[in-house]
């Protein structure tokens, strides 16, 4: 009898020894369609910069993967104090990945990094609003805002909090520092970052303890590197390969392809020819043809129905190939250049939607002129005004889920990505952004939807699904804000 309790006291201690060891050694491979432009968590708008830093940094409120906004590094939900004034109070204890203390100086010194314009974030729309912060004690934080903002929760929710001393070292983009639940390994240029669990995490520990980063542009190549077995998780999956996958996840996501009209020079300057470049593109055919109906037609707007702001009354400009052609005579456009800028492989089908754009346009009558850019050298003319095309392709994401994001980048005169001087149109973003009252807000996003709409800014096209293939061995829902969060997934 001793010597059975000595095998079965053996047994246990071996299954528990197998079951806290379990967690070690689980790799992924995810391949993404762009490479990061850095890995600074603030100074750009990218989107592979982004799949992978969300997950070494940690944020100061976050959502849950259907949305709700939860703390993060925050100890509890901003507080009110005054109409221009928030209270952000944080949890104790935590530290970067380099030892650094995680604490009120960090956020403070953060949320100041962000907004000076001396450091020129191209994320700056995100917290337009924010005039600076300060400290209250060691675990406290006061934001002031420019006016009332009724969304700081949701800006801080895109705060990437950076250490204050690592940050300012001339590595740091290359060599990131959070708080989160992985750490930087390596990052060879042009093929392949790594990161590694952080098992110091102050959340709940992720399963999986190695991720492999690979940067495919096309996705044929990328979908034959899933079918091979090289990967776990591809981004932008071909719709019409989703049944061929070993799995695929499909959910309504937050992007919206648009081409941005030129409205202060060149043949873009004529809001007929605006106009007719919206009514000579058939967004129905591209919604069913180029994405196998994982896309559903954009109403006129850079919104989706569950936005605050999305103004129900204005419609998609309806695909109207004679009206189109009427508009550019009437405009004295036949025949004229328009030249379109894109990019390939960060978005689902991004090239082939500006080919596709540009083939109708010239149904019209008009000449277009191609020119898909390398993805850092596009992103130069997404955000230079200077060398601003007359249409511009880009898909843009609104992960604050309030029409302000949107509006404040590329709506408004000044904006980030805007292409347009219409001062009436600024002005009613610039009331709704710091008005109280719900339902007089919404108004004014109303009244600048349609404004926008009628002087046709934009050519809106869609709103589409996210599409991500995965191997058999992994699991992962999704989630409506997009982010590739590896510690939601396991490995069977």
């Given at each position: 009898?001793k010597?059975?309790g000595?095998?079965?006291?053996?047994?246990?201690f071996?299954?528990v020894l197998?079951?806290?060891s379990?967690f070690a050694g689980?790799?992924?491979?995810?391949?993404?369609g762009s490479?990061?432009?850095?890995?600074?968590?603030q100074?750009?708008?990218d989107?592979?910069?982004r799949?992978?830093n969300?997950?070494i940094?940690?944020?100061?409120?976050?959502?849950t993967p259907?949305?709700?906004?939860?703390?993060?590094?925050?100890?509890?939900?901003?507080?009110?104090?005054?109409p221009t004034?928030?209270?952000?109070?944080?949890k104790?204890?935590?530290t970067?990945h380099?030892g650094?203390?995680?604490?009120?100086?960090?956020?403070v010194y953060?949320i100041?990094?962000?907004?000076?314009?001396?450091?020129?974030?191209?994320?700056i729309?995100f917290?337009s609003?924010?005039?600076?912060?300060?400290k209250?004690?060691?675990?406290?934080?006061?934001?002031?805002?420019?006016?009332?903002d009724?969304i700081?929760?949701?800006?801080?929710?895109?705060?990437?909090?950076?250490?204050?001393?690592?940050?300012k070292?001339p590595r740091?983009?290359?060599?990131?520092?959070g708080t989160g639940?992985?750490?930087?390994?390596?990052?060879k240029?042009g093929?392949?970052?790594?990161?590694?669990?952080?098992?110091n995490?102050?959340?709940?520990?992720?399963?999986?303890?190695?991720?492999n980063y690979s940067f495919?542009?096309?996705p044929?190549?990328?979908?034959?590197g899933?079918m091979?077995g090289e990967?776990?998780?591809?981004t932008?999956?071909l719709?019409?390969?989703t049944?061929?996958?070993?799995?695929s996840?499909?959910?309504?996501?937050?992007?919206h392809?648009?081409?941005?009209?030129?409205?202060?020079?060149?043949?873009?300057?004529?809001?007929?020819?605006r106009?007719?470049?919206?009514y000579?593109v058939d967004?129905?055919a591209?919604a069913?043809?180029?994405?196998?109906?994982?896309?559903q037609v954009?109403q006129?707007?850079l919104?989706?129905p569950?936005?605050?702001?999305f103004n129900?009354?204005?419609?998609?400009?309806p695909?109207?190939?004679?009206r189109?052609?009427?508009?550019?005579?009437?405009?004295?456009?036949?025949?004229?250049?328009?030249?379109l800028?894109g990019?390939?492989?960060?978005w689902?089908k991004?090239?082939?939607?500006?080919?596709?754009?540009?083939?109708?346009w010239e149904?019209?009558?008009?000449?277009?002129k191609?020119?898909?850019f390398?993805?850092?050298?596009?992103?130069n003319?997404?955000?230079?005004?200077?060398t601003?095309?007359?249409a511009?392709?880009?898909?843009?994401?609104?992960?604050?889920?309030?029409a302000?994001?949107?509006?404040?980048?590329?709506?408004?005169?000044?904006?980030?990505?805007?292409?347009?001087?219409?001062?009436?149109?600024?002005?009613?973003?610039?009331?709704?952004?710091?008005?109280i009252?719900?339902?007089?807000r919404e108004?004014?996003?109303?009244q600048a939807v349609?404004l926008?709409?009628?002087?046709a800014?934009?050519?809106?096209?869609?709103?589409?699904?996210?599409?991500?293939?995965l191997?058999k061995?992994?699991?992962?829902?999704?989630?409506?804000d997009?982010?590739?969060?590896v510690?939601?997934?396991?490995v069977?």
């Amino acid at each position: 009898m001793k010597r059975y309790g000595r095998l079965l006291l053996m047994a246990v201690f071996v299954v528990v020894l197998a079951s806290t060891s379990s967690f070690a050694g689980i790799s992924i491979n995810i391949a993404l369609g762009s490479e990061p432009t850095t890995l600074d968590p603030q100074l750009r708008e990218d989107g592979g910069e982004r799949a992978v830093n969300d997950n070494i940094y940690d944020t100061v409120l976050t959502r849950t993967p259907d949305g709700e906004l939860i703390p993060s590094l925050a100890a509890a939900m901003p507080l009110l104090v005054n109409p221009t004034t928030w209270e952000v109070k944080l949890k104790s204890g935590i530290t970067f990945h380099n030892g650094e203390v995680m604490n009120a100086d960090a956020v403070v010194y953060t949320i100041n990094r962000v907004i000076d314009p001396d450091y020129n974030s191209e994320q700056i729309s995100f917290f337009s609003t924010i005039k600076g912060a300060s400290k209250v004690d060691d675990l406290t934080l006061h934001v002031m805002t420019d006016g009332s903002d009724p969304i700081l929760p949701s800006r801080l929710y895109w705060l990437k909090v950076v250490p204050p001393k690592h940050s300012k070292d001339p590595r740091f983009m290359e060599k990131p520092v959070g708080t989160g639940p992985y750490k930087m390994v390596s990052w060879k240029r042009g093929q392949s970052i790594r990161l590694k669990r952080n098992d110091n995490y102050w959340g709940k520990a992720p399963q999986i303890e190695i991720v492999n980063y690979s940067f495919i542009e096309e996705p044929g190549t990328r979908l034959a590197g899933l079918m091979a077995g090289e990967s776990d998780l591809i981004t932008n999956l071909l719709p019409e390969f989703t049944k061929q996958v070993p799995k695929s996840v499909h959910i309504l996501g937050l992007e919206h392809p648009i081409l941005i009209l030129n409205a202060d020079s060149g043949v873009t300057k004529d809001v007929r020819v605006r106009q007719a470049l919206n009514y000579a593109v058939d967004k129905e055919a591209l919604a069913k043809g180029l994405f196998e109906g994982f896309a559903q037609v954009a109403q006129g707007q850079l919104l989706s129905p569950s936005f605050f702001g999305f103004n129900k009354d204005v419609k998609a400009y309806p695909y109207d190939l004679a009206r189109a052609k009427q508009l550019i005579r009437e405009a004295g456009a036949e025949g004229a250049t328009v030249e379109l800028v894109g990019t390939s492989g960060r978005w689902l089908k991004d090239r082939d939607l500006v080919e596709a754009v540009a083939a109708y346009w010239e149904k019209a009558g008009i000449k277009t002129k191609v020119r898909i850019f390398e993805f850092n050298e596009y992103l130069n003319r997404l955000f230079d005004r200077k060398t601003r095309a007359d249409a511009i392709f880009v898909t843009s994401s609104n992960e604050l889920l309030d029409a302000d994001k949107s509006f404040s980048a590329y709506y408004k005169a000044g904006g980030i990505g805007s292409s347009n001087t219409d001062a009436d149109l600024a002005a009613l973003i610039d009331e709704a952004r710091s008005e109280i009252d719900v339902a007089k807000r919404e108004n004014l996003y109303h009244q600048a939807v349609k404004l926008a709409h009628d002087q046709a800014y934009f050519v809106w096209l869609l709103n589409i699904e996210d599409i991500y293939g995965l191997s058999k061995r992994l699991d992962w829902a999704g989630r409506v804000d997009s982010r590739l969060l590896v510690q939601e997934m396991k490995v069977k």
